[in-house]
């Protein structure tokens, strides 16, 4: 995905863009599980000479595919992302202030008249998936006992663990809420 500043070579000049391509090969391999994206990306916004760079701000968004960190099942989900980012010419002097480079930092580069905006838009759609993904968020997950998806159907197995922590709790809640000092020492 690329664009064309050949026409922008004047200070404050501007022009939107609306492209379409994919990142087959991008491929995510977190701890929670994998994420795809076998989906054509669609990217628009404008981009403008400021004089010192070209800005482009706009929106990307796809479809990615994860796996659910609760019960491991794949699933789809829109995502769309919005950016602004300082693309500057490589030929050109580098930016200075009186701290040096510092400037330079955050900035992209690119050549000749063409923006290239692939490698940036993967970077900012991996930023954006999400830390646990979830198939939906009520999702139960699959049973510690057999391994079952609850999602699908009952085990039936007992999680007496569980239930008897609660009970205690239940308890003691009881003992503090009900009953008063003498009742307690008898
Ligand atoms: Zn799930
Ligand atoms: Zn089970």
Redesign the pocket.
């Known amino acids: 995905m690329k664009i064309d500043v050949g026409e922008l070579h004047k200070k404050g000049s501007s022009h939107n863009y609306d492209l379409r391509g994919d990142l087959p090969d991008l491929r995510v391999n977190e701890d929670a599980g994998e994420a795809r994206f076998p989906y054509p990306l669609r990217t628009s916004g404008m981009v403008t000479n400021s004089g010192l760079l070209y800005i482009v701000q706009g929106t990307v968004e796809t479809t990615v595919v994860l796996s659910c960190s609760r019960c491991l099942e794949v699933f789809e989900a829109p995502l769309r992302v919005a950016y602004t980012q300082g693309f500057k010419r490589l030929t050109e002097e580098p930016l200075q202030n009186q701290d040096g480079n510092r400037e330079d930092e955050d900035l992209q580069h690119f050549e000749a008249d063409e923006i290239v905006l692939d490698g940036f838009l993967k970077d900012i759609l991996i930023t954006e998936l999400p830390m646990k993904p979830l198939c939906r968020e009520e999702c139960r997950g699959l ?1 510690p ?2 391994g ?1 998806n609850r999602n699908l159907a009952e ?3 007992e999680l007496k663990e569980p239930d008897q922590r609660w009970g205690k709790l239940a308890a003691f809640s009881r003992t503090l809420g009900s009953k008063g000092e003498d009742d307690r020492q008898t």
């Open positions: 049973c006992r057999c079952a085990c039936g197995c």
